[in-house]
């Protein structure tokens, strides 16, 4: 390109560059993309957008500008290629949400963003993965508040926006009484392909066009269509496609329905419905994520019989029989996603070794399944970790810092003291400009203060409000005159979820008292724009769930990496990784009454930060944070470096839970 760049050059240039979600995990292409002129205030637009959108005078700066051009030309060079993939060696990846980036808004929470960073780290490593989904055409909500209140707007998407190209395939599925036809759209996600299912075709009357309209919205039965298109209808989609997958991974249970259509086919081919049971283990492996039997996807009997008596035919027996696949001893007549899955899978797995426990016992007494064990969750590193400590590890640690060697996290000490406090005043910085630009107003937050974030779902066992059970010693650490601590919060309620709620508006409540006004604040519009910054921006991740109902977590690992440090009930990840130095524990109480529970975990939580944490980071009164503060830092790199990162997760899978023969 360079001095001869024409339009039309630069235009397929950049449309190719975002065509790849690639780019949002490379600093460079980030920086190109920062660079086109920003078509509307927010800049959440995708880039596919966002080209579409310049004018003239746009496209004569750009081209104009050589800085500009040649980044494009080293991003176009850089784009990843789909990987080729051979069937015998081929897992498809099924999930109910896909968190890639916050410009695809087809995710919830944690277990979406898994999702996305498993796609990603597969990429990394080039294990032959590709992923199923639903295209939500109205994705998830988006979050405002109103007089304190989450209110919650919907907005259409176009999938001709976010760099989604349609496939040739058209899946038909019978769901009750008639037949529905969805359409198959892909993304690309480094070397892995992403495949979204949508209904929403004219050729459907209206509800089934609805079958994909959103996330995690709508009745049972709604529920049901959506997974039976997920399961059955995802399977349906790739063999369309041209893919035989070796294996079938399901992330939670949502998709279990695929495993309808291979036992059709065995049952087909002359086997027994318990023989087909047997034989389609092989192929399908099973991730567990919740430990609370009330999260569990089920299904009321009359709603199976409606939508799977057609299956019951093909398997030649009666409903009660298939039925039973779903039963979870001692529950009650529902049939329940998770016991399915467990019969029909070869392996099994919680997400942290707590979680492996907790699993094995909610679940040993489903007949015939496998030993459940555990994987813990990982993070993408490049998508989390802010482009200047990138730079750093880049530099220090080497370009392939994110792969999971100790020996790398090792040289963190060639990082400098006066490197790390620019990194996280950067960080800091980028964060209150976000917290003011989703607020609309100056925050008043400071960035010499010892800043503690939260940020997550508000699922009620999650305690976002832990921290108000004592409001006057709360108010006592905020406005501490000699070391002040201030709280930065974000996180959404789901639309259905009553406590959740108020447990929102009681934390925007506390936000708003003139007492603590600036020191805590809560950040609105919740995605994974809003968490990446403060991820990067604050000193602390605080994380007080009810142990043990945090199956893994991931917030803190990202926060980890960027050299947050954790301070965490003993709950999922941390549970296995909290070695007495890298971050703090917050102790669990014993109490039976969840009241005093909470007062007294919330005691410990206010007496730790008092007596420890503070006077770490103020130290004797130098610079913020102390040497003392970023030697705890750098051993926390050492020690959850090596082992957050998705790269570590996607290495066990392969090699514990996929065994897929390694024929490259
Ligand atoms: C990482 C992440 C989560 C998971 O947070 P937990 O603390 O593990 O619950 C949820 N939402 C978003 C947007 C995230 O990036």
Not at 96 to 121: R, T, W
């Amino acid at each position: 390109m360079q001095e001869t760049t024409t339009r039309y050059e630069l235009e397929s240039a950049l449309l190719q560059v975002a065509g790849n979600y690639a780019w949002t995990w490379d600093t460079r292409a980030r920086e190109l993309f920062r660079r086109i002129p920003a078509m509307n205030g927010e800049a959440a637009l995708h880039p596919a957008e966002r080209i579409k959108l310049l004018d003239e005078d746009d496209w004569a700066g750009l081209i104009a500008d050589s800085e500009f051009t040649e980044l494009a030309r080293e991003a176009q060079a850089k784009i990843p290629q789909p990987l080729p993939l051979r069937d015998e060696e081929t897992v498809a990846y099924f999930s109910p949400e896909f968190g890639v980036s916050e410009m695809l808004p087809q995710y919830s929470g944690g277990l979406g963003v898994l999702a996305g960073d498993h796609l990603k780290a597969a990429s990394d490593l080039r294990i032959p993965l590709l992923g199923v989904g639903l295209f939500y055409r109205d994705g998830f909500f988006r979050q405002a508040l109103e007089a304190g209140h989450q209110r919650e707007r919907y907005e259409t998407n176009n999938p001709r926006f976010l760099a989604l190209t349609a496939t040739p395939a058209r899946v038909e599925l019978e769901l009750a009484d008639r037949i529905v036809t969805a359409r198959v759209w892909q993304a690309n996600v480094g070397t892995t392909r992403l495949f979204l299912l949508d209904t929403d075709l004219e050729i459907n009357d209206e509800r089934g066009r609805r079958v994909s309209d959103r996330l995690y919205s709508g009745d049972r039965e709604h529920r049901m269509r959506q997974e039976l298109l997920m399961g059955v209808g995802g399977i349906r989609a790739i063999r369309q496609l041209g893919y035989e997958p070796a294996k079938f991974h399901l992330n939670e249970g949502h998709a279990g329905f695929l495993a309808l259509e291979l036992l059709a086919e065995e049952v087909a081919g002359g086997l027994s419905l318990q023989e087909a049971v047997a034989k389609i283990r092989q192929r399908i492996v099973f991730t567990t994520h919740t430990p609370v039997p009330a999260g569990i996807d089920r299904f009321a009997p009359e709603l199976m019989r409606k939508y799977l008596g057609v299956w019951a035919d093909r398997f030649s027996v009666d409903m009660d029989e298939l039925l039973q696949l779903g039963i979870l001893p001692g529950s009650d007549d529902h049939f329940n996603m998770a016991a399915f899955c467990i019969r029909v899978a070869g392996r099994c797995n919680g997400v942290s070794r707590l979680h492996g426990e907790v699993s094995r016992s909610m679940f040993q007494d489903v007949p015939g399944g496998p030993e459940i064990t555990s994987v813990t969750n990982g993070v993408h590193a490049r998508t989390w970790v802010t482009p200047q400590l990138q730079e750093a590890f880049e530099d220090k640690l080497g370009p392939e810092w994110y792969l999971p060697d100790p020996a790398t996290w090792a040289k963190v000490d060639d990082i400098s003291n006066e490197e790390i406090r620019s990194a996280m005043r950067q960080g800091s910085d980028r964060m209150i400009q976000m917290a003011d630009r989703q607020i609309g107003e100056q925050t008043g937050l400071d960035p010499n203060i010892l800043t503690v974030g939260f940020a997550r779902r508000f699922a009620t066992y999650k305690r976002a409000d832990l921290l108000l059970r004592d409001r006057d010693r709360l108010l006592e650490l905020i406005n501490d005159p000699d070391r002040p601590i201030q709280f930065v919060f974000a996180g959404k309620a789901h639309p259905a979820d009553e406590p959740g709620k108020a447990i929102l508006r009681n934390v925007v409540e506390f936000a708003n008292d003139p007492a603590a006004r600036g020191r805590f604040v809560f950040v609105p519009g919740y995605n994974m724009a809003v968490s990446r910054a403060m991820y990067a921006g604050c000193n602390v991740w605080l994380n007080n769930p009810i142990r043990p109902r945090e199956a893994s977590g991931t917030s803190g690992e990202k926060a980890a990496l960027n050299g947050v440090l954790n301070f965490s009930i003993l709950d999922g990840w941390w549970d296995e990784c909290f070695d007495g130095e890298n971050g703090w524990a917050i102790p669990s109480s014993a109490a039976e009454d969840s009241g005093q529970r909470d007062w007294e975990e919330a005691h410990s939580l206010y007496d730790i930060l008092a007596t420890e944490i503070a006077p770490l980071y103020y130290g004797d009164g130098g610079e913020n944070p102390s040497d003392e503060w970023l030697a705890k830092v750098r051993h926390n790199w050492k020690t959850l470096g090596p082992f957050v990162t998705a790269s570590r997760m996607l290495q066990e899978y392969a090699e514990r839970i996929y065994q897929i023969p390694p024929s490259r």
